[in-house]
């Protein structure tokens, strides 16, 4: 398996401006995670799936953020308006059992807002 | 006050020196997981534990259930050891996400 996909892996964006994030689970695996990165903050997690349905999303943290996951292999999040502070490296993760089961990360997307 | 916190934040040792990373968190937890991020940003597990000890090549983590604590040792550290460690927790409240630690820089001089 080719593990966890994102897509991109940098985005630049201005300010206001919609930004989506993608991602793809490794195949089989039941739980996706939605985490951000900052220097302040740390890893903070945003939003999680269990078998497509979002289970817990209370880390995102406005309603600018938005994600779904239509089927199985597929993950989006969603800034709209994108701000400065918004700026992070974002990463998608999976596992078979959510918290209680390895996770695997994809390489992430660094997001700079300008 | 952090429900993880780790020490140090900060570790700088000369390579083939003994190291240890130490996590303490306050809830009860269903698992304790150590993740390793290099410079350049990928973040790898390294391991899931629940209770004892494990031990994957030059690196070893315990966990004590009853003192909520746990530590995450590497033995002849290398220079490519030389990343951040992450602690997170699975608490037994929380529906199955993890609460992340702030991580600890590990730098190995050659």
């Known amino acids: 398996d080719a593990g966890v996909i994102q897509s991109p892996r940098h985005e630049v964006t201005e300010m206001g401006q919609e930004v989506t994030l993608r991602c793809k689970p490794i195949?089989?695996?039941?739980?996706l995670f939605w985490y951000r990165q900052t220097m302040m903050r740390g890893l903070e997690l945003l939003i999680y799936?269990?078998?497509?349905?979002?289970?817990?999303d209370s880390g995102m943290p406005e309603d600018r953020f938005s994600a779904k996951m239509p089927n199985a292999s597929f993950s989006t999040l969603k800034i709209q308006p994108s701000e400065p502070r918004d700026s992070a490296v974002y990463f998608c993760?999976?596992?078979?059992?959510?918290?209680?089961?390895?996770?695997?990360f994809g390489p992430g997307t660094r997001l700079t807002v300008l | 006050k952090n429900e993880v916190e780790q020490s140090p934040q900060n570790l700088t040792a000369q390579e083939g020196e003994f190291i240890t990373i130490n996590c303490s968190y306050s809830?009860?937890?269903?698992?304790l997981h150590w993740l390793q991020q290099h410079p350049g940003g990928g973040i790898v597990s390294l391991f899931m534990?629940?209770?004892g000890k494990k031990k994957h090549g030059r690196l070893i983590a315990t966990i004590n259930i009853q003192e909520k604590h746990s530590s995450l040792h590497i033995t002849a550290s290398h220079p490519r050891d030389s990343a951040v460690y992450i602690c997170?927790?699975?608490?037994?409240?929380?529906?199955?996400?993890?609460?992340f630690g702030q991580g600890t820089r590990l730098t190995i001089n050659p």
């Open positions: 993760a999976s596992s078979l059992l959510a918290a209680l089961d390895t996770q695997y």
């Open positions: 195949s089989g695996h039941n739980s």
């Open positions: 799936f269990n078998n497509n349905v979002p289970i817990d």
């Open positions: 809830v009860g937890i269903s698992a």
């Open positions: 534990l629940s209770s």
């Open positions: 997170a927790v699975a608490p037994i409240q929380g529906a199955q996400k993890l609460v």
